[in-house]
């Protein structure tokens, strides 16, 4: 089915659906241009014209008023608004039922009564008047349009003066088309990857007639290109991936802006609120009041639109699946308007009015506190201190002074008027505020807030230290022995006759090798390998805990102070100490979803086991970080590792050098020494009954 808008005689649209004022082409209604006030609606009746489509007969007790109409699709209908005119019927609703029409809908204020004919498809209109009667001829689908040809014909002239390209705010790619009449019909439509945006009976002059490559700009588009194709010009889009693109026009502007398809994931989400998110709405306006276009943005959201006064003029405008808010967006900024929304009411005034006008009630707002009268009340704490709050206050009235140049304003800028003033009594922990009434009643709904109980938090640390010593012994004790039963070798005991004065076994031997070499006389010359390993593993464990409210500092030490003494010839003997303490500092915060974030300082000092000319060595450990660790589970923190290997070797002189053989003669051990710190931290919060986003 072709265009309805094409019907009427403007050209194809850019758009379907669409929003059209369209002329009442009637020459007849020239002359009764004139709308009387007391004029009013006696009868509707709708007629089925054979072969040619529906008529719908308004009757009037008086020369009929010219009306403002509408053609809305989606569903596909016609409003007509006759400004000063009554009503009289008691139907809200006429039936139709033609091929044409479905029903006709009739509603009426004090200013106008309306008409709603609901088109079953969408057809071309013709109005007359017949003395006291306004006749609207809806065309059947099949009937053509006569002047179609000759209105396509005349738009040849018109044409295009400048195509440019530009990047948007969030990387959209935008094709911004000046045209030389807003009128001229556009027909926008998507072709794969390409936009194709076609100016019907209008030509692109030579001079813009050219190819642009605009991957440099870094948008979904990667060419722009102005042709034409018969009487018609062309600018084809180019884009890449997935994208949604969106036209519009404000006045001689013609915007189609691309932008990449977005998917509803939790990482956008975020950018999704910022968003339009307005029901989308299709407009096609030529030269129509911009106080219709409010209005009937009005009555598409259910929103109550103020216009000022001053907000006058009209605006042609062409806008296709655009979300409402951002359509209002554009008639505001291609007419110099602005808005403010309170509840469901949006003003819409020029953007200096607006300014005034919030200037004008910050003056009053200011005046009226200047002269409103001062009240006292009081305020016992439970939780916080009266004199954080106080301090709270002080700082935002000293804050709000230094960043305003106008003094008038200081009281509506800080938590209390430029006349309010706040005492505290540190015994009762009661805050006594003297102020106006709206300032007290500010001052106490912020109080309450944080006049909250503190999550406790309990924080457990566990030090410990390891330590494995591993040690390797090897030697060779030599030795005589003699039988005590010298006539009995095989049965007799031995008994050690002294040593040779080599001794070189292990200290402390956990296995022994005897071996007889030579019997010399009663005695034997004997040989022991004496071997030891040794494996120490020892554990110092501390167990700090502590518990404190959330972003508050707690402390524990443990421990002691060593004395070291000194002397000098004019102090004489003195005495200091040197602490060697266990100590945990921490700070937790708890945040919004119970993790703890802590800052902690631990340090774990002592007593060692060199000792120096001034005293004892103190050994240091100590540990200081910022770690977020969720409630009740433990992390650990680095420790500090070290590793000593000792190696020595005890021999005879001169035999403990013979190769191979001098091994009988030495003593050789090693030693592996590793000892590790770490530090365990566990944190719980006590209470998690009260949240202080409550």
Do not use: C
Request: glycine letters at 6%; aromatic letters at 4%; a neutral charge.
């Amino acid at each position: 089915m072709k265009d309805s808008v094409e019907k009427l005689g403007f050209g194809k649209s850019i758009m379907s659906p669409f929003i059209r004022q369209f002329a009442l082409t009637t020459m007849a209604m020239a002359v009764f241009q004139v709308a009387h006030a007391d004029v009013a609606i006696t009868n509707i009746i709708p007629l089925q014209v054979p072969g040619q489509g529906t008529e719908i007969r308004v009757m009037f007790n008086g020369l009929p008023p010219q009306p403002q109409a509408y053609q809305l699709e989606q569903p596909s209908r016609l409003v007509l608004d006759f400004n000063k005119a009554t009503q009289n019927l008691k139907q809200s609703t006429i039936p139709v039922a033609t091929a044409e029409a479905k029903s006709v809908d009739l509603s009426s204020d004090a200013t106008r009564s309306r008409l709603t004919v609901n088109l079953a498809n969408a057809g071309a209109f013709t109005t007359r008047i017949e003395g006291n009667t306004f006749i609207l001829k809806v065309n059947s689908a099949t009937s053509t349009s006569a002047n179609q040809a000759t209105k396509v014909a005349a738009q040849a002239q018109q044409g295009i003066n400048k195509i440019d390209f530009q990047r948007g705010n969030k990387g959209e790619g935008q094709v911004v088309v000046n045209l030389n009449d807003p009128n001229m019909p556009v027909d926008v439509k998507q072709q794969g990857n390409k936009i194709l945006v076609r100016f019907l009976g209008n030509k692109i002059p030579a001079n813009l007639i050219k190819r642009l490559n605009v991957n440099d700009f870094a948008t979904p588009v990667s060419s722009v290109e102005a042709y034409n194709d018969g009487r018609n010009g062309v600018i084809s889009v180019n884009a890449n991936g997935s994208f949604d693109y969106m036209a519009y026009q404000a006045e001689k502007s013609l915007t189609i802006s691309v932008a990449k398809k977005e998917e509803t994931t939790a990482n956008n989400a975020a950018h999704a609120a910022r968003a339009y998110t307005g029901k989308k709405i299709s407009l096609d306006f030529q030269d129509i009041e911009v106080r219709r276009v409010l209005q009937l943005l009005a009555d598409f959201t259910g929103m109550n639109i103020v216009a000022s006064d001053t907000v006058q003029g009209n605006i042609t405008l062409r806008l296709k699946d655009v979300p409402w808010d951002q359509a209002l967006d554009i008639i505001m900024k291609t007419k110099g308007l602005d808005k403010r929304k309170n509840g469901n009411v949006i003003w819409v005034a020029p953007v200096t009015e607006l300014l005034k006008s919030e200037e004008d009630e910050a003056k009053a707002y200011s005046q009226s506190v200047k002269l409103a009268p001062l009240q006292t009340e009081t305020m016992q704490l439970n939780y916080v201190k009266a004199a954080d709050v106080k301090k709270m206050i002080d700082d935002a009235a000293s804050k709000a002074s230094n960043g305003s140049n106008n003094t008038s304003d200081e009281g509506m800028r800080s938590l209390m008027s430029s006349r309010g003033s706040i005492v505290i009594d540190n015994r009762t922990n009661t805050v006594i505020i003297n102020d106006t009434a709206a300032k007290i009643e500010q001052l106490k709904g912020i109080i309450s807030q944080i006049d909250l109980p503190v999550k406790q938090v309990m924080i457990e640390a566990r030090i410990v230290r390891t330590q494995i010593d591993l040690s390797h012994e090897l030697g060779v004790k030599w030795g005589l022995t003699k039988p005590t039963n010298a006539s009995s070798w095989d049965q007799g005991k031995y008994t050690s006759s002294g040593s040779l004065g080599v001794d070189l076994g292990a200290s402390t031997s956990y296995g022994t090798l005897s071996l007889g070499l030579l019997r010399l006389g009663s005695s034997i010359l004997d040989l022991q390998l004496a071997a030891s390993q040794s494996d120490g593993k020892s554990e110092v464990l501390s167990t700090p805990k502590v518990m404190t409210g959330d972003k508050q500092e707690a402390l524990i030490r443990s421990g002691m102070k060593i004395p070291y003494s000194s002397s000098s010839a004019n102090t004489g003997t003195t005495t200091t100490f040197q602490e060697a303490v266990l100590e945990l500092k921490v700070v937790p915060s708890i945040t919004p979803d119970n993790k703890v974030q802590m800052k902690l300082d631990i340090s774990k000092d002592t007593l060692g086991s060199e000792l120096t000319d001034a005293g004892y060595a103190i050994n240091v450990n100590k540990l200081q970080t910022n770690v977020l660790v969720a409630d009740g589970e433990t992390i650990v923190l680095g420790g500090l590792y070290e590793d000593e290997v000792t190696n020595s070797v005890k021999k005879v002189p001169v035999l403990g050098d013979i190769p191979v053989l001098g091994n009988l003669f030495k003593n050789s051990q090693r030693s592996d020494s590793k000892r590790e710190l770490l530090i365990f931290i566990t944190p719980r919060i006590i209470d998690d009954t009260v949240s202080r986003n409550h």
